[in-house]
């Protein structure tokens, strides 16, 4: 699973739960920390305010607010200077393609 500082939410508990239930490896950079429930509140002007109204717990009592989830295999990427190339996107592929390939251990 590919995550980086824009993955937030829903997605950094996706992340969590994928990297706790051993499902595959967790590849990128550090989540952004934003997991609070939020409710939509819509304005008198038409606009919409969202307002964080809760936390969220994993794992029953531990919370991702402010610490995100950091990756099993740690590829910065400085989308500035990629010319192009994905290095997180790379290493993924390398990662499953090597998974695939290998023989199964017994």
Known sequence: ???????RSSK???AFGFQQSKIGL??????AGAVLAGRPYLMRDGSLLYVAVTNVFVNG?????????IPDINIPFS???????DPQK???????????????DK
């Open 79 to 85: 989308l500035e200077y990629a010319q192009g190339v």
């Open 1 to 7: 699973m590919l995550v980086n500082s824009g993955s």
């Open 12 to 14: 950094e508990i996706l």
């Open 26 to 31: 967790v590849i990128g950079t550090q989540t």
């Open 61 to 69: 009592n531990q919370r991702l607010e402010g610490k995100g989830v």
């Open 90 to 104: 790379q290493t993924a592929i390398e990662t499953v393609l090597q998974a695939k390939f290998s023989p199964i």
